[in-house]
């Protein structure tokens, strides 16, 4: 889908493989038409669980940590690796990435993430962001 950015127009399908190939991270699914607007860039994003344990073995020994524990961590952690693909965007972008669910069938943390030109402000932007995450809970 092609997204009107400033005075640019970017492929979301450009922006998915730059994701893909870049980072940890999978796109599930093209989100922007679902948000309803024409400058909005959204995606569905899911995480290895075995990424995130590999990073927060560092840290903690995962085997003490409660399911809730653990749950917390994994959301926090995957929202921060998420912040990365910022740098895989356009320039002149603002950015918005939230965690929503560990999938334990899929053994992964699923994201959303949206992103706009800055014209487009930060509140609009939180704003389509909260109907994204309703869309997919």
Do not use: C
Request: charge should be negative.
């Amino acid at each position: 889908m092609y997204i009107v950015f400033g005075n640019n127009i970017v492929d979301s399908k450009e922006i998915k493989e730059l994701i893909e190939a870049n980072t940890k991270f999978k796109v599930v699914k093209d989100m922007s038409k679902g948000s309803k607007r024409e400058d909005i860039l959204a995606f569905n994003l899911s995480v290895n669980i075995n990424v995130l344990n590999e990073i927060m073995e560092e840290e903690y020994n995962i085997v003490e940590l409660t399911e809730e524990e653990l749950f917390e961590e994994y959301l926090t952690l995957a929202e921060e690796l998420a912040a990365d693909i910022e740098e895989h965007i356009p320039e002149e972008a603002i950015f918005d990435i939230k965690a929503y669910k560990w999938d334990q069938s899929d053994n992964d943390i699923k994201l959303v993430m949206a992103t706009a030109h800055e014209e487009l402000g930060t509140p609009k932007l939180r704003d389509v962001m909260k109907r994204l995450v309703k869309q997919v809970e």
